[in-house]
């Protein structure tokens, strides 16, 4: 499973965690990320590092 799968298939949160990782790799940071995503910067923060440690399967 890709970001882009999540993205098109998954459930709105999926869609969420993996909008915030394609962000972060584009550079974004966690403040706007947090902003347009509307959740805390705390909720970006763990799924970028989730993200980082299991990959798209996280």
């Given at each position: 499973m890709t970001l882009d799968d999540l993205i098109n298939?998954?459930?709105p949160r999926d869609i969420k965690r993996a909008m915030s990782i394609k962000m972060f790799l584009s550079g974004s940071?966690?403040?706007m990320m947090s902003h347009v995503l509307n959740v805390g910067v705390d909720v970006v923060?763990?799924?970028?590092?989730v993200y980082r440690e299991q990959g798209a399967e996280g």
């Amino acid at each position: 499973m890709t970001l882009d799968d999540l993205i098109n298939e998954g459930d709105p949160r999926d869609i969420k965690r993996a909008m915030s990782i394609k962000m972060f790799l584009s550079g974004s940071n966690r403040d706007m990320m947090s902003h347009v995503l509307n959740v805390g910067v705390d909720v970006v923060t763990k799924w970028n590092r989730v993200y980082r440690e299991q990959g798209a399967e996280g």
